[in-house]
């Protein structure tokens, strides 16, 4: 990867977070690129009377500018390193980094005696030992020769550690800091490296990290260790397996937020010169949860980013739903550390259950090739394919709106490339070609619809024709005996017949101004050559001759209207609404076709004669005959059953006459005027009563169910009905008091028991009908009182008019086609129709200045559309019709005339209302006055009155003024 080790070291306040300033240590053997600071650039800050352990952050620089990650955090105290769960902190290159952090003597112990001062050490006795040990090192005597600002840099350095720390180990790590920053320097200064070509020489080869920490050689500036020891300084055991403090995420990767194909350790002792070596098991997850079988199991290298920090590759495909990872480390191969669960999968359709530690599917969502789908989403790839996680979860599932063949997806209706008959149908098929719908299939051959067939140009390919499988007959030709003619192309041997597919695309269609005679064309008005008597007429006929109009043809000869046929007497020639034919001889009856002159007797039944006026084609009844019951009798022939009835043609032909104007014929018997009906005595024969043929009921009696009731006698069934005389005949009637209605009696002014808003009201309704009360008006069976709005119209109202009550329009509205609009209110379609309630409240009234003539409007003065001689004329009385366009006397009539016009069209209007006002008030004071007339006056008026006075058991004294005839007694013996 191109990395380096950088250790960080921070000096930490104890009880308090303090600004920090970071130092920065790099290996001797390194040759880094991307330095971040120099020794030197660093300055240290006194932190007062504190004992400040140092914060390491172990860090892994790419070759990637500007950004850098630190990942674990280590408290050195000491000698000791003891470890902090940290953070990720992201370092730029050239920042001088400073937090805030806290930290608790209480929680780590850290082995250090402080005097009262609260140091561990004076600043004398700190001087005196790290002067021992920097005067000790050889090569730092070396470099301060070379360095002349090295030593008191380093040496203040290791001064204040000691004072505050009492371990010696900061001393030995002030050395290394010099010794290393002594090297640095060197090798940038290739000016001195000339100057000095053996002490920079010596200084490159004999300073090693930590002088190899007493367990190897310093060869040309690097360690090589003993046997069992390796690392930059040789100062870690190769026998014991690296120290794993944690994995990376906790063992848990996200693979759409990072790269999973490798896993992150962080501890201590991960050799640099080691071998790494990385022991790794692989198991799957399934979209249940469910965890297979071993994928693999593998020895890998590893890799070595510090002495705190390595890593180890993954077999983890993306298009594996997720896996769980065994994996342990190892500086040798040989002694591994414990084994490290390490979870891969995928948050955007995955969920990882931590308590089960199973991996599992989340609704609505297909894994599919190391993707996440959401459920109908399309296949990218193949866009008849789409995630239905109700089918599969891992496949792609097919889409029934496209055809899947040879591994393509296809539209419906979208053609075979190969083949442009074929096509995909998803209603035929989804996997295999469908035959197109526009193409034809003839002898193994694809055509197009519409393409000719290239053997026979009457041919196409029709799908609605013949089908797809056949040539079908193009629309453009005909095929006549067997052989093809394009439309509008003449027979070969007579010109007047042509191809007219749409008339006839198998037979030659005749011109129509020519005749096709004897097989030769003859054009319209031709004479036959050989008979003058005819002519090509193609409005009779194209295939025969035709009589000329002014003739009728008979026998080879030529005959005028009036003559009679030689061969057929029946006939005449005669005209007929144009034509000169042949027709029946109007003084001739044909019948059964024989043919009879007018008036001849049918020889088989002498009733029935020859009369062409009646029926020219079937005998007629003959004047001077009956036919009764399909029997003949002549004119004055007596019935012989029956003395009193004879056949009298002049009355009926059909049925037997009286023979008296005396006499009654009645239930297929004859009877004398005024005889009584022998089965009934209260029946008898009166012609003046009843005619010829029904009973009448004998005088000054009344009849009921065959018993006689004399005058004066109540009715057996109805109490309020009294037998009466008349003038000529007696009746039932109804008492003065009472109405007769539905079959019963009630008294007058008695309410109605099935329907409160009526009763019987003799004035008002008379006697054989309810009467709405007084002040009521009736609706839907419900009462209403004067001055109620209609339940359903708003512009209706009950009132009262005279003596009677009923639905009015009110005064501010017009009721028209069952709509309520307000005065004024103009159609919605017709905008010279208005409501004008005080002229009409019923129709509509057209607007002054207009006509509404056939449905439209037009303004005063329009012509007529098609004839200038008609206008509108908007004056009463001319609206509804087009008016005679006036002379020019009247077209010069000045402004004032027509103001007078405009004048009187609004004042007669009003004349007539105040006219049918008056009209109203006098009939209505008539009446009033006429109220209390006796009912004798009442029923004069009506002519129904016949007898005198009544009293109940008086026959003698019946008041005609207190009765009238029932016209409505249901009884049909009444």
């Known amino acids: 990867m191109g990395a380096f080790e950088t250790t960080y070291v921070s000096n930490i306040g104890c009880l308090t977070g303090y600004e920090q300033n970071w130092r920065r240590r790099i290996a001797p053997d390194q040759e880094p690129t991307n330095v971040v600071a120099t020794y030197s650039d660093i300055k240290w800050k006194d932190k007062g009377d504190f004992s400040f352990p140092y914060l390491v952050y172990s860090c892994t620089f790419d070759k990637v500018p500007n950004t850098n990650y630190c990942y674990n955090v280590f408290w050195l105290i000491g000698n000791k390193v003891v470890y902090e769960q940290g953070v990720k902190e992201n370092i730029t290159k050239g920042e001088s980094k400073a937090e805030d952090f806290h930290f608790h003597e209480d929680d780590y112990h850290l082995g250090i005696t402080t005097d009262q001062t609260g140091l561990a050490l004076t600043e004398k006795e700190a001087m005196a030992k790290c002067s021992e040990l920097l005067l000790s090192s050889k090569m730092y005597n070396v470099c301060t020769e070379v360095v002349k600002e090295l030593g008191n840099s380093f040496a203040e350095d290791c001064k204040l550690d000691l004072m505050y720390t009492g371990d010696y180990t900061f001393a030995k790590m002030a050395l290394e800091g010099a010794l290393g920053s002594c090297k640095y320097s060197v090798v940038r200064n290739t000016a001195l490296q000339e100057d000095l070509p053996e002490l920079t020489t010596e200084i490159f080869t004999q300073i090693c990290p930590n002088n190899c920490s007493g367990n190897g050689i310093c060869e040309n500036g ?496 109805y109490q309020c009905k009294i037998c009466s005389s008349f003038s000529n005949y007696s009746d039932w009637i109804v008492k003065q008091d009472y109405c007769f209605i539905d079959y019963s009696c009630h008294k007058n002014k008695y309410d109605n028991s099935s329907n409160k808003c009526f009763e019987c009201n003799l004035q008002k309704a008379g006697r054989f009908e309810w009467s709405t009360k007084d002040n009521l008006c009736y609706l839907d069976n419900d009462c209403f009182t004067i001055g109620d709005d209609h339940p359903s119209y708003e512009c209706k109202a009950c009132a009262s008019f005279n003596n009677a009550s009923d639905w009015t329009v009110k005064s501010e509205y017009c009721f028209i086609n069952n709509l309520c609009l307000r005065n004024g209110s103009n159609h919605a379609s017709l905008s010279c129709l208005e409501c004008d309630a005080s002229n009409n409240s019923t129709e509509w009234t057209v607007v002054i200045g207009f006509c509404f003539i056939n449905g439209k409007c037009h303004a005063n003065g329009d012509f007529h559309p098609l004839d200038k001689d008609l206008i509108c004329d908007s004056m009463p009385g001319f609206k509804m019709t087009w008016s005679n366009k006036h002379d020019e006397e009247v077209q010069d009539i000045d402004d004032d005339s027509v103001d007078t016009r405009m004048i009187l069209s609004i004042v007669v209007p009003v004349i007539i209302v105040i006219i049918i006002i008056v009209v109203v008030i006098f009939i209505y004071r008539r009446r009033s006055k006429s109220g209390s007339l006796s009912t004798e006056e009442r029923n004069k008026e009506l002519g129904s009155l016949r007898n005198p006075t009544y009293e109940t058991g008086d026959v003698t004294n019946i008041d005609s003024q207190l009765l009238q005839p029932d016209n409505s007694d249901p009884d049909p013996q009444d």
């Open 222 to 717: 690097s360690c090589s260790c003993e046997q069992s020891f390796g690392g930059a300084d040789c100062s870690y055991s190769l026998v014991m397996p690296p120290e794993v403090l944690s994995v990376h995420g906790d063992g848990i990767c996200d693979r759409s937020q990072e790269n999973c194909r490798s896993v992150v350790f962080y501890g201590d002792n991960f050799l640099q010169n080691g071998n790494t070596t990385c022991n790794v098991s692989v198991f799957q997850f399934i979209a249940d949860g469910s965890l297979l079988a071993t994928m693999n199991n593998a020895i890998t290298s590893g890799e070595q980013y510090s002495i705190f920090q390595a890593s180890c590759d993954i077999d983890d495909s993306d298009k594996i739903f997720a896996t769980l990872a065994k994996v342990s480390i190892s500086n040798d191969g040989y002694i591994f550390t414990q084994e490290y669960e390490v979870i891969n999968f995928d948050s955007t359709c995955q969920i990882y259950d931590s308590t089960s530690k199973q991996v599992m599917l989340q609704s609505g969502f297909c894994y599919i090739d190391g993707g996440c789908y959401h459920n109908m989403e399309k296949n990218p790839s193949k866009r008849c394919q789409a995630c239905q996680s109700a089918k599969s979860v891992d496949s792609w599932s097919y889409d029934t709106t496209f055809c899947f063949i040879s591994d393509n997806c296809y539209s419906d209706l979208d053609p075979n490339p190969s083949d442009n008959c074929e096509v995909c149908s998803i209603s035929k098929s989804t996997s295999t070609w469908s035959i197109s719908d526009t193409t034809c299939v003839i002898n193994g051959s694809c055509h197009l619809n519409g393409d000719p067939n290239p053997d026979n140009r009457c041919e196409v390919c029709s799908i609605k024709s013949r089908g797809r499988y056949e040539w079908s007959q193009s629309n453009s030709t005909c095929v006549i005996d067997g052989q093809c003619f394009i439309d509008g192309e003449a027979a070969p041997k007579a010109q007047c017949r042509v191809c007219d597919f749409k008339r006839n695309a198998s037979e030659w269609t005749l011109q129509s101004s020519f005749c096709f005679i004897d097989g030769k064309c003859v054009r319209n008005g031709r004479s036959n050559l050989a008979d003058p008597c005819f002519t090509c007429n193609v409005d009779k006929s194209q295939y025969e001759w035709s009589t000329k109009n002014q003739y009728c043809y008979s026998e080879g000869g030529c005959y005028l209207p009036g003559d009679v046929d030689p061969a057929e007497p029946c006939n005449m020639c005669i005209d007929v609404n144009g034509m000169i034919k042949w027709a029946l001889n109007p003084d001739f009856c044909k019948i059964n076709d024989y043919c009879y002159r007018n008036g001849t007797i049918n020889p088989q039944q002498s009733c029935y004669e020859c009369n062409s006026s009646v029926n020219q084609t079937s005998w007629s009844q003959s004047e001077l005959f009956c036919i009764i019951n399909g029997e003949c009798f002549s004119d004055g022939a007596n019935n012989t059953e029956k003395e009193c009835l004879f056949c009298n043609v002049t009355q009926r032909k059909t049925e037997w006459s009286l023979r008296s104007e005396d006499i009654c014929y009645i239930d297929g018997e004859c009877f004398s005027n005024k005889e009584e009906n022998p089965m009934n005595e209260c029946l008898e024969c009166n012609l003046q009563k009843a005619g010829q043929f029904k009973w009448s009921t004998k005088d000054n009696l009344c009849h009921y169910e065959e018993k006689c009731y004399e005058v004066g006698e109540v009715h057996p069934l």
